[in-house]
């Protein structure tokens, strides 16, 4: 193997694939789809349920530290979602857990894929999201790390829309499949420092 790379990912519960049929969630299709022939993956998920951005810069590098080697390119996942709509953190607070969570990682040589907080069902609701993930966008823009916008491209995604009704606002394998397709399709590679597999 040319280089080892491991992969600590923090989020809520879509990164395990909770309601995925498969068990994979997004990330395990992702990583299923990525060719290994000259690199060595080690994916770790840190998931914990109903997880604003608060708690996240909080917790994730005691946890995610002891994951990463010496020897080893490390790449750190942050998965948002939309907790943060229903506490009292204002956007500005949110944009600011954010920037310190990239911030660290980038003073440890970290490189970091944020992936954004996927829609609703509840029109309102996605429009108030819209603005956090505008903001979150601008964050890691700002500081030169991917980001993938999972709301825009599915807000309005009839087979999106009709995976979330079917499981309980949750996404099952169809949705879980869309958002895979985004984060490979929207700078995995890049992030990874991987050529893109041919179509």
Same mark, same amino acid.
């Given at each position: 193997m040319d280089r080892s790379i491991r992969i600590v990912a923090v989020g809520n519960e879509l990164l395990t694939g909770a309601g995925d049929p498969r068990a994979l969630g997004w990330l395990g299709r992702v990583l299923a789809k990525t060719p290994t022939e000259s690199v060595q993956l080690e994916p770790y998920v840190l998931a914990m349920p109903g997880e604003?951005?608060?708690?996240?810069?909080?917790?994730?590098?005691?946890?995610?530290? @002891?994951?990463?080697?010496?020897?080893t390119e490390n790449h750190l996942i942050v998965a948002l979602n939309d907790i943060d709509l229903d506490s009292t953190t204002s956007s500005a607070r949110s944009r600011l857990n954010l920037a310190n969570i990239?911030?660290?990682?980038?003073?440890?040589?970290?490189?970091?894929? $944020?992936?954004?907080?996927?829609?609703?069902?509840? @029109?309102?609701?996605?429009?108030? &999201?819209?603005? &956090?993930?505008?903001? =979150?966008?601008?964050?890691?823009?700002?500081?030169?790390? $991917? =980001?993938?916008?999972?709301?825009? @491209?599915?807000?309005?995604?009839?087979?999106?829309?009709?995976?979330?009704?079917?499981?309980?606002?949750?996404p099952g394998q169809a949705g879980y499949g869309l958002i895979a397709w985004l984060?490979?399709?929207?700078?995995?590679?890049?992030?990874?420092? &991987?050529?893109? @597999?041919?179509?």
């Open positions: 604003g951005t608060e708690a996240l810069s909080h917790r994730w590098q005691a946890e995610a530290a @002891p994951r990463f080697g010496e020897d990239l911030d660290r990682a980038s003073q440890e040589g970290i490189r970091c894929l $944020v992936v954004g907080p996927p829609p609703g069902l509840d @029109p309102e609701r996605n429009q108030r &999201l819209a603005e &956090l993930n505008t903001a =979150y966008q601008d964050v890691a823009s700002r500081r030169s790390h $991917v =980001y993938v916008d999972t709301l825009t @491209p599915l807000v309005q995604h009839e087979q999106w829309r009709h995976d979330l009704a079917a499981n309980d606002g949750v984060v490979l399709h929207r700078g995995w590679y890049q992030w990874l420092g &991987l050529r893109e @597999p041919a179509a």
